[in-house]
């Protein structure tokens, strides 16, 4: 059978997304995926983004990732998105790429993708089930089948126990307070056995 194609598409300001996408990105090629891991075009300013030192750094660091295009959303099959919380929604990068899709949602190009979605916030009632939510939302109007973890795997429990989607808080030093990464790996093995089936 062939390799199901995984787009894990994120929003990173200091990287707390840019690490759980890349233990999707882990998870899924050891599944056999073929995985391509991208970024959303940055919006704000630099004069924004070299007051935060966090954020200038991981802005720096991840200068060679790809910028995710419409391309990566029709190419895949399965499709996981990562995105910080604001305001307990989507950050506006994320936020913006998603509007950018209409010419592929109107062609019906976004028609039963395989969909799970991930998030942080700054304290853990700071809306990241909310923004879970809120990107699912759009799915729905793709037509998209939203995959959530559930509590289909013991890692939910460790990692805080959201069963839309794996999220996590950051503290005041940047790291992340609950222990997530097994609960990623599961999410995205998950999503790409759901693929498979919807592939076959």
Same mark, same amino acid.
């Not at 936020?95 to 592929?104: A, E, P, S, Y």
């Given at each position: 059978?062939?390799?199901?194609?995984?787009?894990?598409?994120y929003?990173?300001?200091?990287?707390? =997304?840019? +690490?759980?996408?890349?233990?999707?990105?882990?998870?899924?090629?050891?599944?056999?995926?073929?995985?391509?891991? !991208?970024?959303?075009?940055?919006?704000?300013?630099?004069?924004a983004? !070299?007051? &935060?030192?966090?954020?200038?750094a991981?802005?720096?660091?991840?200068?060679n990732?790809?910028?995710?295009?419409?391309d990566?959303?029709?190419?895949?099959d399965?499709?996981?998105?990562?995105?910080?919380t604001?305001?307990? &929604?989507?950050?506006?990068?994320m936020?913006?790429?998603?509007?950018? +899709?209409?010419?592929?949602w109107s062609a019906?190009?976004?028609?039963?993708?395989?969909?799970?979605?991930?998030?942080s916030?700054? =304290?853990p009632?700071?809306? +990241?089930?909310a923004?879970?939510?809120?990107l699912?939302?759009?799915?729905?109007?793709?037509?998209?089948?939203?995959v959530?973890p559930?509590?289909?795997?013991?890692?939910?429990?460790?990692?805080?126990g959201?069963?839309?989607g794996?999220?996590?808080? +950051?503290?005041?030093?940047?790291?992340? !307070?609950?222990?997530?990464?097994?609960? !990623?790996?599961?999410?995205?093995?998950r999503t790409?056995e759901?693929?498979?089936?919807?592939?076959?």
């Open positions: 059978m062939e390799k199901v194609k995984l787009s894990i598409i929003y990173s300001s200091t990287g707390i =997304n840019y +690490q759980l996408s890349t233990w999707a990105k882990e998870a899924a090629t050891e599944a056999g995926a073929e995985v391509r891991l !991208v970024k959303v075009p940055e919006l704000a300013p630099e004069s983004i !070299v007051q &935060n030192p966090a954020w200038k991981h802005y720096e660091a991840t200068k990732v790809k910028e995710a295009t419409s990566d959303i029709e190419w895949a399965a499709i996981i998105f990562s995105t910080p604001r305001f307990g &929604n989507v950050a506006s990068q936020k913006q790429f998603i509007d950018m +899709q209409g010419g592929l019906g190009k976004t028609t039963n993708k395989v969909v799970s979605a991930m998030s916030a700054s =304290n009632h700071g809306g +990241q089930e923004t879970v939510l809120s699912y939302t759009s799915m729905m109007h793709w037509g998209a089948i939203i959530p559930g509590y289909t795997d013991d890692s939910a429990f460790v990692s805080g959201n069963p839309y794996v999220s996590v808080t +950051q503290d005041q030093n940047g790291k992340m !307070v609950e222990d997530v990464e097994a609960a !990623v790996k599961h999410q995205a093995k790409i759901v693929a498979k089936k919807i592939k076959a």
